[in-house]
Structure formats: structure tokens, C-alpha cells
């Protein structure tokens, strides 16, 4: 799928084409990337809906319980969408069908969308995909999102960060009840449901929940304990109605904000971790990988040496690769922009404070007799360069053009090949065999004479692989 089909898909999504959600939450789980495009344009038309987390042991009757409130918010005229997450192993087959067949009354529904996710190994938390596929259904209009989980470790904790509101769904007879929900889930739940109330011991179970909720410090909200049957409906309204409560609680305290907060944070290091993962071991990074390996069973490298080699090349990789940054022949990519100024402290003032760029510590190159900063700018970075000697390049270039841009640095993967098939194309370098540069780079300038006028400096990264003479 491209660009010109993704951004479609989110106008499609954002005008409530049911359709267009559906395949837009496949693409989401397929693969994040190809989405992303689509995410984007989405994201400004999310934080509308109420996303309720809805969490408890297997067989509680979650499932039910949400068929019956999606009935009763469309009785209301509300769009609902549901993401029941199974933690299934592949031992099990889990319970995606059944929880499929339990919400299919609404199957035909337009306004209703329900998709089951699998977590796919994610230690039983909520899917990977669960907050996009969540922020899918807030912009395509859905007034409330239920997100069922299993209440099984890691997914309790997940689905508080990805809830607004979070109801635990208990029921007489599964193993120690009140005793199975103790552990951890008291703390998370907003609203607490005892569902099955048809059954016998179903108000003891409401008696116990209610003593061991009362042990709760005082002030804030105070979670109500509520019974439903939720085959047939029975006290499904009142469950509706103290997540609204809970809602304006939120609104009205502050506490939304929060809560949202730290769902995006989760959201964040999910795309960090994902990112990083494919960049340092998917596709050709599992050679670097392999090979860092090796170095760490023989004793030559540390693990954590080798983690942050490894990071390195995924970096550079992904910078070379990144087709939205230019993808180049053989991996060449700007590395920095070197700019002469008469003092760094002044110069840095525009790059800090006017654009908010991080610079790095200054550093002392008494051998070119120049001192310099780099300032991080996206995938590329600012060099600035002080002269720190009357007699060195910068000072000279500094009384014969003043200041200015220097020279462009063009990051490439072999240096010696570059200067190789530089000079096969008749441009003179200004160095004669390749020098070492900052940070363990190796670094070779072409005269400006022969490229129209811009110094140009090759510089090869710092060698990931090749364990540096020291860890030898
Ligand atoms: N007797 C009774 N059975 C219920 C009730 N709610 C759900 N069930 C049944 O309990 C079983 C598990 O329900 P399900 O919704 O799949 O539970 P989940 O695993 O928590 O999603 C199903 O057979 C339901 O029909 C209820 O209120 N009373
Ligand atoms: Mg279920």
C-alpha cells in the first residue's frame, strides 16, 4: 500500500466509513509502519471517545457484559467499538471465536465495530497495535471504546495506561473469586462488577469486594461495587452509568489529563522499543548482530559494548536507509554541516535558544587548531568551529570569507573506497590517505576548487563491528 491509498483510508475513517477502520486496523497490525502515514493524519480527530477497560478472569463474562452495554449505548444512539485483546497461547487456540460469537448480535451494525487482537507474545500484556487500533476507533467517532483483556499479570497493568476508566468483571464460582482479583487488581479497578448475579453466592461476592474495598484510603473516588446479569442485561445501565460517573469524576478533578498522559507515554516507548527493534535486529541488521555475537562468546567484547555498537549501526543504517530521508547509493548520507564562527558561545546562542537544539560539550581539536560543538538536528547534525589558533585552517578561512559554512560532511561506509573513486573521477583530495577524526571516525577532505565550491569532508563512522584495538 502507498501513500496515495493511506491518506484516503484516514479521510475515510475520520467520516465514519466502518470499512475503512476495519482495514486500517488490519494495515495497524500488519505491519506499524506501512500505517504511520495514516496514524498521523488520524491523530488530530482523536480524544473524543471514552476508552473503558474492561479486565477480569477468563469466563467472568466480560464478553457478555460488553455485548449488553454496546446494546444499551446504541438503544442510546451511541458508536461503540470494542478491541478484545486474548492472551491466548498457541496451545489453547484462545477465546477470539467466542468472544466473536458473544458480540455478533451487533455483527450487522455499522455503528458498532468490534475486533479481537491477539498479543502475539507481548508476556501476556495488551497487543502491540491495542492504543493505535484504539486511537483508529476515537476518530472514527466512537463515543466509547471497550478494551476487553484478560486480568492475567502484565495485561491489568497495560490496561490501566490504555483506560480511561477500568472495570473489573468478577463472578461467583471461578476458583476463589474475591481471593482470584486481590492480587493487584484492586488497586486498578474504577468500577467493579460482579457479574452472574443469577447465581448462588453472587452476594457474597458483592459482601467481600465491598469489605476489601472499604481497606482503601479515603478521598477520591470511590469505586462502586455493582451486580449484573449480563446475559440478560440486569444491571448493565448501572454499570454504564458509574463509568460516566467516573468520567466527569476524571474531568472534573483533573485526572483525565493524567491518565491520557500516561497512555501516550506507553504509546512513545512502544514506537522507541519497536524502532529500535527493527532497526538493530530485523532484516540486515542480524549480521551486525551475529557478528557482536561471536565477539561477546569469545570473550573479545562485552555485552553492553556490543549493545551499543550494535545501536550504532543500526542508526547509521537507518539514516542510509530510511527512504524518507533520502535513501542513497551505497549508504551515504549527510553526517554534519560544519559552519566557521568567531565565537562559539555567541554563535551557539541562535542554535540553542532560537531553535532549541541540544549541543553537545565543546571539544579542544589542538591539532587543527579549531575548537568545536555539535548541535543534534534531526537526522543530521550543526558543527561549529572556533578557531583556537591564530594559525589554523578556521582562522584563516575566518579572514579570507568571514563567517560562514565551512564544509559539508557526507558520512560514508568506506572511506577508502570513496577516496578511491573520488580520485578516479579526477577530484583531488586535500588529505592523501585518510586521517582519523572525531570520536574514532576516519575522515578525508576533497578539495572545494574541485566541488564547485563546497569543502567536502568524508568521514566514516566509527566501525561497529571490528572490535576497536583496546578490546582486543
Ligand atoms: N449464568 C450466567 N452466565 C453468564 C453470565 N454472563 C456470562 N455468562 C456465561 O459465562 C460464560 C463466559 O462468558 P464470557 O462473556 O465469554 O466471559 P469472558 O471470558 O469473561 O469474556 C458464557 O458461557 C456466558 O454465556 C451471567 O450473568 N449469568
Ligand atoms: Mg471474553
Sequence with gaps: MNADEILPLASAVVAGSIQAAARLITLIENDGEDAAAALRALFPHTGRAHVVGITGPPGSGKST????????????????????VDPSSPFTGGALLGDRIRMQDHSTDPEVFVRSMATRGSLGGLAPATGEAVAVLDAWGASTVFVETVGTGQAEVDVVSAADTVVVVSAPGLGDGVQTLKAGVMEIGDVFVVNKADRPDADRAVTDLKMVLALAPEGGWRPPVLSTVATTGEGVAEVLESVSNHLRHLEQGGGLAGRRKARWRREVVRAVEARLRAQTMGGAAVASLDGLVELVASGQLDPRGAAIRLLAAGRDAAAGLDPAGGAAPGGVRVDHIGVAVRSIAEAARFYSEALGLQGGPPEQLPAQGVTIVFFAAGETRIELLEPLTPEGPIARFLER???????????????????????????????????????GTRVVFLHPKGTHGVLVELVEPAQPVAPLPEER
Excluded at 65 to 84: E, S, Y
Excluded at 417 to 437: I, M, N, Q, T, W
Design 65 to 84: 457484559l460488553v455485548n449488553a452495554a454496546i446494546r444499551a449505548l446504541r438503544a442510546q444512539g451511541r458508536r461503540v467499538g470494542v478491541i478484545a
Design 401 to 439: 570569507r568571514g563567517e560562514g559554512v565551512h564544509h559539508v560532511a557526507l558520512a560514508v561506509p568506506d572511506v577508502e573506497r570513496a577516496l578511491e573513486s573520488a580520485r578516479a573521477a579526477g577530484f583531488e583530495p586535500v588529505d592523501a590517505v585518510p586521517r582519523p577524526g572525531a570520536h
